[in-house]
């Protein structure tokens, strides 16, 4: 239950700016632990599609959250839902 907070966005190649879809390649994401309710920050590589689905352990109780990711490529974002595994 968690919205993206930012793109991450590489650096210029050889002093030449990268094309859009290699420039932003990461999103800087949040999503909330579904065991102890914590915030948690995760980077979706969206090489990986605009639906991908992947277990991370949370930062605080190390408890394992499979994360649902949705990539709007409008406003380029990705919201992420957490549910137990």
Do not use: W
């Not at 991450?8 to 859009?20: F, L, Y």
């Not at 994401?29 to 102890?36: A, Q, R």
């Not at 948690?40 to 990711?69: A, F, K, M, W």
Request: aromatic fraction near 6%.
């Amino acid at each position: 239950m968690g919205i993206s907070t930012g793109v991450r966005k590489s650096s210029d190649i050889a002093g030449v700016p990268c094309i859009r879809y290699l420039e932003c390649m990461e999103i800087n994401c949040t999503f909330t632990c579904v065991y102890c309710f914590q915030l948690n920050e995760t980077v979706v590589d969206l090489s990986g599609g605009i639906h991908q689905e992947y277990v991370e352990d949370c930062q605080v109780c190390c408890r394992p959250n499979l994360l649902i990711i949705t990539v709007d490529e409008g406003p380029l974002r990705a919201e992420i839902t957490a549910e137990t595994t």
